[in-house]
């Protein structure tokens, strides 16, 4: 299997078969989970919880410190409940965030991945201020295999769109609903506005299982930046990290997660309709080190 690119492993592998941990050994793995996007304040916690750990254990062999790394990597990731929950029926998911994140490809790659589990999915086009969003989430639905429901005309109020989807899920014995919603409006605060009006019109009809905020990786911690009107306003149950492929940027998913206290469900890290997982840190820890 080709190594995943964004693994810290190639960075890795050149300091852990040397004969003995010295101080280079430290600035390399300084310099490596910086490259992964850790960020400053992770990267020191990092380090100083192993040199607690080496100086613990009185090793000097680096096979150590890379099983310690990957425990400790571990236990921060576990602080957090990974798991999606889509138990109500339907269950309804919101999928928030800003333009350009890739939420369009995500919900119809998140389609794709619940179809894999047997389930039946219908897609609602609550995105009706970009009128070619709607074309573009039909055409991605279709892929992963979903059911969509448009709007029924031009400029149709939001609200209403994801009323009708939810209606159609009652009325079909649709499992899960996935509710697209704009990114942006001409203020924050409209958008904050339309966003608790759609959960209003929602949580009359069914209760809101997931809201989804869709986040690039390869935007780093202004990433976090832009979200922010979400993760205040918008009731933010989980996060859907995309473009992890190529870009080196694996520490982000755990920069992000402690910075927001909100935990990563699942990872987009490809361009074709099943390059979207679930997020288990074992896994994702041994592809990242390894």
């Known amino acids: 299997m080709a190594e995943n690119p964004w693994s810290l492993g190639r960075a890795l592998r050149g300091m852990f078969v040397k004969p003995t941990i010295d101080e280079t050994t430290w600035e390399d793995l300084e310099t490596a989970l910086l490259t992964a996007d850790f960020g400053p304040e992770i990267t ?11 100086d613990r254990y009185r090793t000097t062999d680096p ?8 425990e400790t990597l571990e236990e921060h990731f576990a602080k957090f409940d990974t798991t ?51 074309d573009q989430l039909a055409t991605w639905a279709e892929r992963g295999g979903a059911t969509i429901v448009r709007p029924q005309h031009e400029g149709q109020d939001p609200a209403s769109v994801a009323y009708q989807t939810i209606d159609y899920a009652k009325e079909h014995g649709i499992e899960i609903v996935l509710v697209d919603t704009a990114g942006r409006l001409h203020t924050k605060a409209g958008l904050m506005d339309e966003l608790t009006k759609i959960r209003r019109v929602i949580e009359k009809q069914a209760p809101i299982s997931e809201v989804l905020l869709v986040l690039d990786a390869t935007t780093g911690q202004n990433g976090v930046m832009q979200a922010s009107a979400f993760l205040e306003h918008a009731g933010v149950t989980g996060l859907v990290i995309t473009k992890l492929d190529g870009s080196a940027k694996g520490g982000f998913v755990l920069a992000v997660q402690e910075r927001t206290g909100i935990p990563v469900k699942l990872l ?16 994702f820890v041994s592809a990242l080190v390894d």
Request: charged content about 25%; aromatic content about 6%.
């Open 44 to 54: 020191e916690r990092l380090i100083d919880e192993l040199h607690e750990k080496v």
């Open 63 to 70: 096979r150590d410190l890379q099983r310690m790394l990957k």
């Open 84 to 134: 999606l929950r889509l138990t109500e029926r339907p269950a309804v998911v919101l999928v928030v965030g800003v333009n350009g994140v890739g939420k369009t490809t995500t919900i119809g790659k998140f389609a794709n991945y619940l179809k894999r589990f047997g389930r039946t999915v219908v897609v609602g086009a609550a995105d009706t201020f970009r009128a070619a969003a709607v």
């Open 268 to 283: 987009g890290q490809g361009e074709g309709i099943g390059d979207l997982t679930g997020f288990t840190p074992h896994v």
